[in-house]
């Protein structure tokens, strides 16, 4: 038995999809042939093109997606939600794993050290390993429910772990000599490096958005597979409201 | 019928912590073993160090908060292992006393377990160490109990999503240590300045992150309990 | 996979005990419902236990028996209708789990603690005045009270489900939620377990009894009901059911 969705998907490709890699790639052909390069730091501060658009999205739209959509699933119990949330910690994780490597690729030319407690980068490391634990907790459980429910409760507790982490690396750095750090970026930018800014984000969030769409729909027919291998699908209202106290 | 007042959250807490506690001592084996780990812990430490290229007073505070987050976790696992075992959870969640004094019994016992843990953990590093901790003993236990708070709190409502678990004692590190990062900083970092004879002051501005990591936390994780319940 | 299509038998309720507590029954359900995810496993039902009954609940593995129990025993939600326990409509917190105990094929003891300890401290759970006594009274009604001071690990299946028992009905429930309880005793536990129901029920409270030992069930019982895919196939009192006969209705029930 397919949905149509399902059988759409297999006839069709997915144009989202096929525009936001088209977009990316445009970006990525731009930022090395088409802007100048940067005076003090030249070749290297073109990797802040991937870098900087996967930090904001894998940061701030990916992880607040899924602590958000993880408290509303604790109030309405719609697994809508919870595929939302993986799904984007999924794409979310590829996002910061870029940040990841980026930044230090960045940082060796520049600063001279492959790492440096930069505060968002730090930011990005701990939430990384806070997403790689919500998809190792994902995978632990069974049954879908309580897999729901638990990676909703690690989701917003790492969300109230962000200001403490902000708030530990920001002391550390302030009592503590650091390099100081020469970051581009800054509002003074030539027109041509600012377009090439604003269409990596754009691409990037494009990417964002057509990976989760992609990612919800492989989740949304998984869990219809294994409905369907238990009992007939029945509809049921939603289990709502607060959790017995 | 027979006359009954079920306790309220606090008393139901506090039988809950009893009983944890009985059952513990009943044991002792993961207290033990937590003991032991740590001891161990920081002999492999100290041969690892090279007292020529790092002062103690610079590498303690490391080694002791390290060891505490570890040995911690020993002892958390079996928190909700007990209940698991024969479903005693079923028993304890069909009776009257409400879900947040489950979770704050447990704390309540953990961190009783932690603290005790700790009380042989902190001498051991002064001795080793040639540490002088008499001066600063009041505020460093002031501070051992301010991470002992965290550190429960995470953990305790970690290890009863994990007790559920294909991975169980795997899982309970992973999920915990980037949560445990606020906690092991700033207290290693008051302790680094409460030893070099930095007035306390100075160790404040760490504390106040640790103290408002526990007030977040320990309401969280509270309200969060009832959600790893099945319902 | 379909489900079960005959429609449900109730036949007419008995009058209640001339003892009843108060106006409202005991255990009551109403198009009670509970999924999981996709799955249903209870489906509409509707009874009502009263003060003093027993209904004796059979059925297959899977049926929902469980679910049901622990629906009633507060551990979990209804997805759609309503249950009432006492009155309080489920779950209903504090109020009606304190009038509830619940026996199921596990143990829910503290293997490390002693039978007096695990049933003392489910005393004070419930807000006995004397835990300890109590606690020594329901494990004398078990025929338990010699052991009761051996680490419940010590004892063999059958004495730790009676500790399991005694550890249920220490603060003289209302309403008896039984899983299988009979599984792993042996004669004298099975006879304490049958004196002890048969005490509480004369007493006035509510029993709901699931087994799959259709003598067992059948003695106890007021009421009889045969649950099939989360719905009652078959709901009626005892006073029209011959075990013999039982048997064969039951198989055919269940469609073997």
Known sequence: MTTPAARED?????????????????????????????????????????????????????????????????????????????????????????????????????????????????????IWFVFLGYLILRGAIEDHGTRARYSAVLGVLGALLVPFIHLSVYLFRTLHPMPIVLKPGRPSLPNSMLATFALAFVSFSLLFVALLRARYRLAERADALAAEEEYEPSPVPNLRAEPIR | MITREPPGTFAAAALIA????????????????????????????????????????????????????????LGLHRSFGVEEADRAIDALLASPVDREAVFLGKALANLLFVLGVQALAIPAVALFYNLPLTRVLGPLIGIAVLAAIGLVSIGTLFSAMAANTRLAELLLPVLALPFFVPIVLPAAQSTARLLSGRPIAEAMSWLRILIAFDIVFVVACALAFPFTLED | MSHATTPIEHTPRTPQAPDAQSARPAIEAN????????????????????DGECLALFGPNGAGKTTLLRILAGLLRPTSGAAHIAGVKLPGGAEARAVV?????????????????????????????????????????????????????????????????????????????????????????????????????????????????????????????????????????RGTVELDVYRDVYREAIGR
């Open chain 1, 10 to 126: 297999r006839r069709s490709i997915d144009w989202l999809l096929t525009i936001a890699v088209l977009a990316v790639a445009a970006t990525f052909i731009r930022a090395i042939y088409f802007t100048p390069a940067e005076a003090r730091q030249g070749l290297a501060q073109k990797i802040f093109y991937v870098h900087a658009p996967s930090a904001f999205i894998g940061l701030y739209v990916a992880f607040g997606l899924v602590a958000v959509a993880g408290v509303l699933y604790l109030w309405l119990r719609d697994e809508r939600l919870d595929r939302i949330a993986a799904s984007s910690a999924e794409v979310g994780v590829v996002y910061m794993t870029v940040v990841l490597i980026t930044g230090p690729m960045w940082g060796k030319p520049i600063w001279g050290t492959w790492w440096t407690w930069d505060a968002r980068l730090t930011l990005t490391l701990f």
């Open chain 3, 31 to 50: 198009a009670l419902t509970r999924a999981f995810g996709r799955r249903v496993a209870i489906r509409g039902l509707t009874f009502a236990v009263n």
């Open chain 3, 101 to 237: 105990g619940l026996i199921s094929h596990q143990s829910m003891l503290y293997s490390a603690l002693t039978a007096r300890e695990n049933v003392e401290f489910t005393a004070r759970l419930y807000g006995l005045e004397s835990p300890r006594q109590a606690a020594m009274r329901a494990l004398q009604r078990m025929r338990l009270d010699e052991r009761a001071e051996s680490p419940v690990r010590s004892l063999s299946r059958g004495m730790q489900q009676r500790v399991s028992i005694a550890r249920a009905i220490v603060h003289e429930p209302r309403v008896v939620l039984l899983d299988e309880p009979y599984t792993g005793l042996d004669e004298t536990g099975a006879a304490a377990l049958s004196a002890a129901l048969e005490s509480l029920k004369s007493g006035g409270a509510a029993l709901v009894l699931v087994t799959h030992h259709l003598g067992e069930g059948l003695a106890l019982a007021t009421h009889t009901a045969i649950m099939r895919d989360g719905q009652f196939v078959k709901h009626e009192p």
């Open chain 2, 18 to 73: 009893r009983k944890d506690l009985a059952i513990e001592f009943r044991t002792r084996s993961a207290f033990l073993a937590a003991i032991v780990f740590s001891l161990l812990a920081i002999v492999i430490f100290y041969f690892a160090w090279d007292s020529t290229a790092v002062s103690a007073v610079d590498l303690a505070p490391g080694v002791l908060w390290v060891i505490f987050t570890f040995s911690g976790l």
